[in-house]
């Protein structure tokens, strides 16, 4: 069974551009993270889906991240513009309704903001 | 008062010794307790979970809860090499659905 698939794996842009990050959590996850982690810190909940509705959005910085999963599958975090902070690593987990606790996490992608 | 609280170490230990990792966090009312590993360059993974008082073992792994005391603790008990990596603890706050994480430990097993 594939694992949760993120693409980009590394992004390096420059200050007040724009970057998407693409998640495709596992088969069958209903419910769908993304998490940042800076460098030496465990990773911060931005948002939470369970299937297409965002039940958790109350870290997600609205005023330049935006998140979407609009068939409740695929889902798709947004920075518009990037600022020199955003620069981390971000995650995107899954897992089956209910079960936080069983969360699986994807690769990452690593932004880098110049 | 950070939520989750870890030494960020780093923790260096001999191969074969004990390691121990230790956790405190700060909603009394947590009922959910979770260690993750992640390799330097990874995302981290589940190694352990944890929901009421006393010990778990897994192999070489123990989880230890102490909620009185607010404390959760791993031990890894003939430590190699391979465990070389940053332990995160996490826990599920009282009426939340999300995990809340430490900042991790490094740790360092020493051949």
């Known amino acids: 069974e594939a694992g949760v698939v993120q693409s980009p794996r590394y992004k390096i842009i420059e200050k007040k551009q724009p970057v998407a990050f693409w998640c495709n959590p596992i088969s069958g996850h209903n419910t769908l993270y993304w998490y940042r982690q800076n460098l030496g810190q465990g990773p911060e909940l931005l948002i939470r889906?369970?299937?297409?509705?965002?039940?958790?959005d109350s870290q997600l910085p609205k005023d330049r991240f935006s998140a979407e999963r609009l068939k409740g599958v695929d889902s798709t975090l947004k920075i518009q513009p990037a600022e020199l902070g955003d620069s981390a690593v971000y995650l995107c987990a899954s897992s089956e309704q209910g079960a936080q606790y069983e969360q699986y996490f994807g690769p990452g992608t690593r932004l880098t903001v110049t | 008062q950070k939520e989750v609280e870890q030494n960020s170490g780093p923790l260096s230990v001999p191969e074969g010794a004990i390691a121990s990792l230790n956790c405190t966090y700060s909603d009394r009312g947590s009922q959910s307790f979770f260690w993750y590993r992640q390799y330097s360059g990874k995302s981290p993974e589940l190694i352990m979970s944890i929901y009421s008082n006393g010990d778990k073992e897994d192999g070489r792994f123990t989880a230890q809860l102490n909620k009185a005391s607010q404390y959760v603790s791993l031990l890894i008990r003939d430590s190699q090499p391979s465990d070389s990596a940053t332990y995160l603890c996490?826990?599920?706050?009282?009426?939340?659905?999300?995990?809340?994480f430490g900042q991790g430990t490094r740790l360092t097993i020493n051949p």
């Open positions: 996490a826990v599920i706050p009282q009426g939340a659905q999300k995990l809340v």
């Open positions: 889906y369970e299937n297409e509705e965002a039940v958790d």
